[in-house]
């Protein structure tokens, strides 16, 4: 291997593997290849032993069909990068180095719906059935009779393996496609493909975009969580056997997993629950992702009369946050939680609750890229709003009455005065969005006031904005998202506020209130901001109902899926 001082490495990848291999675009990059393994490879420190060149290369000339790939056998890389540790024929031909992941690639097998119901159940051993392969990817072909059926509790026997019916240049495409056709019964494949497969803007996929769309719909899983296939998890490469590179890059990677730019790849990739943990690493990131569950463990055809749903929160709200103990062991808390978990004391019901960011369940105006994949059925916690939200979604009747009033948030000048008055009708004024978040941002020029005597007298609610000091409507604002991304949607609105970049918040009315810190807290938003209520920013407006239809509701969900009409409508 060429290199004056240290081994010059020459590594090989696809680009149709996000978030493992893909292009990057800018301003990630020029066009070039790009992924976790490109991130590691390059990002191994001078002190290190070993410098790489990435190239891409189609995936089949790594490994193809049940051996190795005609590039990798002629030299043309010294290795193919993120290819699994699998048992069976891959053993064989070739080594690897050690684990830029853990094992955490499980199998799955996909099969197509008709009226919603799967052709063929979870508790099928599959005998006499086509079961499609994605050439060249792992799960390998001869795995899967290695792995047992998680409903039965024994081996799939009896099906006959089938190579794809089309060649698209895309190994996964074509097995979809395959399975879609009826030229085979099920399809034997990673469990996250589905979810990985899915389109998002900016992305220049080489697959069907629509079709893998019908995920959840048209075709889905019947087994995930099936780990017997490999015996490790995602390695930095893949080698001829005999070739010496793991022997070279296992010690440089040994050192690398201990670094904070290993931590930090991880969470650019939005990977950290299947990375090796190091010190690093916040305590609490070993999260069980749902397509890691086996299926005895998620709602399944296995033959259970029980429903069992699946619903998502993240952990930096009031009523969704991380407890601790003595609560809980570091997993998800908060109201929606409990009464989910408390429907099964009324309900013939299983719940599962999973921690999931905002972003995958509500994101700028639209249904999240997780909760559209299938990845929850529902998501906590959501208030029913108007406009965008309701043309999106369904939700569950409420677990809160209609209690999230919103409200505006200034700045205030030296002299503790807000920067724009209560009578301010905002025209010519940037106001900022909790992206993500209710009150949305379309709801601004809904917001009704509540009129009449509270308690068992009637309530009138007027359809539109009011300000309430003016008794008019707001008008000529422009929503403006924040200028900076924290991972924490409230503190970016804010953010963009203080640093000027937007001249009013719409929030909820007691947001400020609810991010005020108190010890024992683990907050992931700027206390010494939030502290600030009061003396650097306050309410101009406040008690405004009429964004929302209902209140904080236990789930929302895709619109259609019908899921929470399996849901106990009683309360605990």
């Not at 399809?187 to 803007?201: F, P, S």
């Not at 804010?494 to 009315?509: C, E, H, Q, S």
């Not at 010890?519 to 309410?539: L, Q, S």
């Amino acid at each position: 291997m060429g290199g004056k001082d240290k081994p010059h490495i020459i590594l090989g990848q696809d680009i149709d593997w996000p978030p493992y291999a893909y292009l990057g675009v800018p301003p990630e990059s020029d066009f070039d290849v790009a992924g976790i393994g490109h991130d590691i490879a390059h990002g191994f420190p001078d002190d290190l032993e070993v410098f790489s060149t990435i190239f891409e290369i189609r995936w089949a000339d790594c490994w193809d069909n049940g051996a190795i790939g005609a590039g990798l056998a002629a030299g043309e890389v010294h290795g193919c990068m993120t290819y699994t540790h699998t048992h069976g024929a891959r053993t064989r031909w070739m080594e690897f180095s050690d684990g830029i992941l853990s094992n955490n690639k499980p199998a799955g097998l996909l099969v197509r719906l008709e009226n919603g119901q799967p052709t063929i159940t979870g508790a099928s051993d599959l005998n006499g059935k086509k079961v499609v392969d994605v050439i060249g990817w792992a799960p390998t072909a001869d795995t899967l009779a290695l792995v047992e059926n998680k409903c039965s509790k024994s081996r799939f026997t009896g099906f006959t393996i089938v190579a794809p019916t089309v060649s698209t240049g895309n190994a996964n495409q074509d097995a979809l496609t395959t399975l879609m056709n009826g030229d085979a019964d099920a399809m034997w494949v990673y469990a996250d493909q589905a979810k990985n497969y899915q389109c998002t803007d900016g992305m220049t996929p080489n697959w069907d975009c629509t079709m893998w769309a019908g995920f959840g719909t048209t075709f889905a899983y019947i087994q995930t969580g099936l780990f017997g296939h490999a015996k490790g998890g995602t390695t930095l490469a893949m080698s001829k056997k005999g070739s010496g590179l793991a022997s070279i890059l296992n010690p440089c990677l040994a050192k690398f997993k201990e670094t904070k730019s290993y931590y930090d790849i991880c969470v650019k990739h939005d990977v950290v629950s299947s990375c090796f943990q190091n010190s690093h690493f916040p305590a609490g990131d070993n999260t069980t992702l749902v397509y890691e569950m086996p299926t005895d463990q998620l709602t399944t055809t296995c033959g259970k009369d029980k429903p069992k749903i699946i619903l998502g929160q993240d952990g930096d709200g009031a009523n969704a946050y991380l407890g601790v103990p003595p609560e809980s062991d570091f997993d998800v808390a908060g109201i929606g939680h409990d009464i989910a978990h408390g429907l099964k004391e009324v309900c013939d019901i299983d719940i599962i609750t999973a921690e999931m960011r905002w972003g995958d369940c509500w994101d700028n105006g639209a249904i999240g890229a997780g909760l559209a994949a299938g990845e929850v059925h529902g998501c906590m916690t959501y208030t029913h709003t108007h406009g965008a939200r309701t043309r999106w979604m369904e939700f569950s009747d409420g677990i809160l009455s209609n209690n999230k009033p919103a409200g505006l948030i200034v700045r205030l000048d030296a002299n503790g005065n807000p920067m724009y008055n209560g009578a301010s009708d905002l025209n010519g004024l940037k106001v900022v969005d909790v992206v993500g978040w209710a009150p949305t941002a379309d709801t601004l020029a809904l917001v009704a006031w509540l009129r009449g005597e509270t308690g068992a007298q009637k309530i009138e609610l007027p359809t539109q904005v009011e300000n309430k000091c003016t008794k008019s409507r707001f008008t000529g604002f422009t929503i403006v998202n924040p200028t900076v991304s924290t991972g924490n949607a409230n503190q970016d609105a804010l953010t963009t506020l203080m640093n000027g970049d937007a001249d009013a918040m719409w929030v909820y009315a007691d947001q400020a209130k609810n991010y005020q810190c108190t010890d024992g807290m683990t907050p992931n938003w700027d206390c010494t901001m939030w502290a600030g209520f009061g003396t650097t920013f306050a309410y101009i407006q406040t008690g405004l109902f009429g964004h929302a239809k209902g209140g904080t509701t236990l789930a929302m969900s895709k619109k259609g899926s019908g899921r929470l009409g399996t849901m106990c409508s009683r309360r605990p």
